[in-house]
């Protein structure tokens, strides 16, 4: 008998099988996963890896003779914001960041502004908006806006840069609009400003408006066009006031953009990273690239610097156009940046067979093709047919293996957890877990409300920290981690997400494979989210195919594919060696 041990070492978690190996039969004995040590391919990956190995041993009671491992290759995610192109600068700004959390009044004004010291002369026979600034208290501001109205200023609306609006409002006898949190350190007296409060629950109806925004401001019919986008942005603000842009802002610094090279129809092809070139990007093909130059000082700069010419592949999570193309309210996540997953061809560690095989004191064999493995593997799962297509979607890329080839791609679980974390403003740990399950709403203490709609009562009392917010059971805890959303909104964006990582990156490879698969399975840690299979089910099924999830020898589930594949692999080397017959020698190295 024969104990083998496949290793297979990912850019997030890090597998082991135990398999006994006897009269040609390879039986699965024992499987165990662990968090990767340090970066995929490095020699801490792999003294990590052989602690596993010890661990697993004196678990099981077996001592393994020999160690497959695959080929490593590192992928390195995160987050960066691409350059935009130049456009001409827009005639209006802002002056609330997200929109007032906590307006008083409601309706829409516009006037010229007025400080709060300027009150104390003479009126003006046109209307104001007042703007009151942070060092002074609200009893104060409120005492000197009640006098200045019943000297006969016209204060139509008021400016706060505190979060005091509706402490102002409750001392005024004239109910106007209020909108606190507000920039009003750099304005400039007699300027125009418009403002407007929506009713609680309601947004503003006129500042999102790129007519209204153009008739206020006087701004000549060529200039619709350059506020549309202050007014789309305006649409989920319950509260908010612009103002004409100052000059500085109208100045025009040429950015370093930055460059990406790929080859495409068998031509090299350069292509700008400002601008709109998040389809290109996104359509790339598998292996593609041949060099990144991202701006100087940028993200991306400082997570491939040294290794430009040796980028192959690239996945970005277009954030941005989800925002341009959902209705998820304004403000309520963050996708101004694209999250990037970067594929970089360079040798991990430099012999990480040698590594491995002084750490675990054992032989240890490399398969060249991990794809490979992961298919050997994924097929025993039952009723799997034999020209099925497996996508191995991993920590950092996705394998995609039919038949006649395969392919591997940059952007996997990770995208998926960094897309999530920056939308919401979570760690990565936490955003681990809040990308895979359902949520819930808790609106009181004993009362939750799910993502379908129902509500439910709970067993025992939520933890007040807890109410009003979006939360994920762990372990049966509520773990709060947004009040930004309700359960459908984050329901739709987390789909979104997850369609636009997973489903595009599975299309990129399957369309380079050039196979029409009748069946897909899913396999990898990933493919434990029963809402990836779905959403990749719905997408190959417009292509008359199938997914469906993995169970690795009827028994891992989606987990150990590849494992089991290089223990497979070796088994039947090691049995030709044995029998004396010729193999393929260059499918190993050891």
């Known amino acids: 008998m024969t104990v083998l041990a496949g290793i297979d070492v990912g850019n997030s978690t890090t597998e082991l099988l135990l398999a006994r190996v006897e009269e040609g039969r390879t039986t699965p004995v024992h499987a165990v996963r662990a968090g990767t040590v340090g970066e995929k391919g490095s020699e801490a990956s792999l003294v990590g890896a052989a602690r596993l190995l ?16 695959a080929d490593l290759h590192p992928v390195r995610t995160l987050v960066a914001e691409f350059p935009r192109v130049a456009v001409a600068a827009a005639p209006l700004r802002t002056l ?5 959390s906590t307006p008083s009044g409601s309706g829409l004004a516009h006037g010229s502004h007025v400080p709060l010291r300027s009150l104390d002369g003479t009126p003006v026979a046109r209307d104001v908006i007042a703007s009151v600034p942070r060092d002074v208290d609200f009893e104060d501001a409120s005492r000197s806006i009640a006098s200045a109205l019943s000297r006969g200023w016209h204060i139509v609306g008021i400016l706060v840069e505190a979060d005091e609006a ?29 403002l407007e409060v929506a009713s609680p629950g309601e947004s503003v109806a006129g500042l999102n408006d790129p007519m209204t925004l153009a008739a206020i401001f006087d701004l000549p019919p ?18 908010t006031a612009v103002t004409t842009s100052s000059p500085e802002s109208h100045r025009q610094d040429r950015l370093d953009e930055g460059w990406i090279e790929f080859v495409r129809d068998g031509q090299t092809v350069r292509v700008s990273l400002a601008g709109s070139h998040y389809e290109v990007l996104r359509r790339l093909p ?10 100087l000082g940028s993200a991306l700069l400082a997570a491939v610097e040294g290794y430009e010419e040796l980028v192959r592949d690239l996945c970005i999570s277009d954030l941005p156009g989800l925002r341009e193309r959902s209705s998820v309210r304004r403000g309520s996540a963050h996708l101004d940046a694209a999250p990037v997953s970067i594929y970089i061809e360079r040798s991990s560690a430099a012999h990480p067979e040698t590594i491995l095989r002084e750490s675990a004191g054992r032989p240890v064999f490399v398969v060249s093709s991990e794809s490979q493995a992961a298919r050997l593997g994924a097929l025993t799962t039952p ?16 394998d995609a293996v039919g038949e006649r080839g395969a392919v591997v791609a940059a952007g996997a679980g990770e995208l998926l957890t960094v897309s999530v974390a920056f939308a919401l403003g979570l760690t990565r740990g936490l955003a681990e877990y809040v990308k895979r399950s359902p949520s819930v709403r808790v609106e009181t203490p004993h009362l939750v409300h799910h993502e379908d709609g129902s509500r439910d009562f709970l067993d025992h009392p939520a933890p007040g ?28 964006l987390r789909l979104s997400i997850k369609a636009q990582v997973i489903v595009g990156n599975v299309e990129r490879c399957l369309n380079k494979l050039s196979e029409a698969p009748k069946v897909v399975l899913l396999c990898g840690g990933a493919a434990h989210d029963k809402e990836l299979v779905r959403i990749v089910g719905d997408w190959i ?11 690795v020898s009827a028994r891992f589930g989606p987990r150990y594919a590849v494992a089991l594949g290089l223990v497979l692999l070796l088994a039947e080397r090691l049995s030709a060696r044995t029998l004396g017959c010729s193999v393929a020698d260059d499918a190993f190295r050891e």
Do not use: K, Y
């Open 383 to 398: 009723a799997a047919p034999p020209d099925a297509t497996v996508c191995d979607i991993g920590g950092g890329t996705i």
């Open 465 to 492: 920290a807890a109410v009003g917010s979006l939360c994920m059971r762990r372990r049966g805890v509520l773990l709060p981690f947004t009040d930004a959303l309700s359960p459908e909104e984050w329901r739709a």
């Open 541 to 551: 099924g417009t292509r008359g195919a199938t997914a469906g999830r993995t169970n």
């Open 286 to 295: 598998p292996g593609a690239v041949r060099a990144l130059h991202p701006p």
């Open 96 to 100: 609330t960041v997200a929109g007032s």
């Open 222 to 239: 060529s200039s619709v066009q350059a506020v549309a986008p202050l007014a789309r942005g305006l649409s989920d603000s319950r509260a």
């Open 166 to 194: 509706v402490l102002i409002g409750n001392r005024l006898s004239t109910a106007l609009p209020i909108v606190d949190e507000a920039a009003v350190d750099q304005l400039v007296e007699g300027e125009m400003i418009a």
């Open 54 to 69: 010890r661990r697993v041993e004196q678990q099981s009671g077996l001592r393994c003779d020999a160690i497959a491992i």
